[in-house]
């Protein structure tokens, strides 16, 4: 063998814990410390496996005959050929073998955002937030607006924003060593206005247009308003596993749905929720056709056959 071989200790997600670098072989693993790899593993042995050649020149690692042997996946057998990719249990520890060759991927872009951290994206947050306040205060209270309430929403909205993200980037801090505050509150600033926009949007479409499905199945949108902000939150903490988080919060979103849905039907039977707006729209924004007393009246006469005839049918109903 005329180059090194990397021996990995990962964590069972296949992140690298520590790396070996071995220019001899055969390199023994094991607790004790004679071994060119020393593992802190109360399952492995003292001498647990050992990386060699085989006849073949091929790079092998073969269990030394410990009680709890070398798995990969969930076959256990003497020994394995390495190829670089597969990564080997012994004991509670996960191991991949790689040599300098080993063919790496290519330069992933840096989607971080560096420059998106600190000062300015706290600031848009703020501003944001003030937007965000000023023009919920304003639609929800257009004639009775006062002054100290406007300062009231403003405060509640900032002191709630400016936790959360004090959280978030304590919890970042913790785990990748960086808070990016201005990052939180920017991504909590953000996800409270697309909230905002819904619920006053979805409202001002569904008086405009007589679409009813926007107010009574409006928390569903909220729903996944609320995941997507918890997704930004966790990337920027340092999550590296994406896919996963996005398949993790879509199962958590998905229920939260059919808890909210399962919620209504024991209250009405219906999984839809009540027909109700709390803001009042100006007539002007009327699109839809209004309805006269008389369709009213005759849509009832229907509607009162139809039961009639209903529970003649089926008297128990």
Request: charged fraction near 20%; glycine fraction near 6%.
């Amino acid at each position: 063998m005329n180059q090194p071989v990397f021996i990995e200790q990962l964590t069972p997600d296949g992140e690298v814990l520590h790396r070996t670098k071995v220019t001899h072989l055969p390199a023994r693993i094991g607790r004790a410390y004679d071994n060119e790899v020393i593992l802190d593993d109360p399952h492995t042995a003292a001498h647990h496996a050992q990386v060699e050649l085989n006849q073949l020149d091929e790079l092998i690692i073969s269990d030394l005959g410990s009680y709890n042997g070398l798995a990969l996946g969930k076959n256990r057998e003497r020994f394995f050929v390495v190829d670089g990719e597969h990564i080997y249990r012994l004991g509670h520890t996960h191991l991949r073998i790689r040599t300098a060759d080993y063919p790496v991927a290519a330069e992933v872009t840096d989607s971080t955002n560096h420059h998106w951290e600190g000062w300015l994206p706290a600031l848009t947050g703020l501003l944001l937030l003030l937007m965000t306040g000023l023009l919920s205060t304003w639609l929800a209270d257009l004639n009775q607006g006062t002054l100290s309430k406007y300062l009231l929403e403003l405060v509640s909205v900032f002191g709630f924003a400016i936790g959360w993200s004090g959280v978030w980037a304590l919890f970042s801090r913790l785990f990748n060593g960086h808070a990016r505050f201005g990052r939180h509150l920017f991504i909590v600033s953000a996800g409270l206005a697309f909230l905002e926009l819904w619920e006053h949007g979805s409202g001002l479409l569904a008086y405009a247009m007589s679409w009813e499905s926007l107010q009574t199945f409006s928390a569903h949108p909220m729903i996944f308003i609320c995941a997507v902000v918890l997704y930004f939150h966790f990337i920027t903490a340092g999550n590296k596993q994406p896919k996963r988080l996005q398949l993790v919060l879509a199962a958590i979103a998905i229920l939260g749905s059919a808890i909210a849905m399962t919620k209504e039907y024991q209250a009405s039977n219906h999984l839809a929720g009540e027909l109700y707006m709390s803001n009042i729209y100006p007539p002007a924004v009327r699109i839809s056709r209004d309805h006269s007393l008389d369709e009213f009246m005759n849509d009832m006469e229907a509607l009162k056959e139809k039961v009639d005839n209903a529970r003649k049918t089926d008297p128990k109903e």
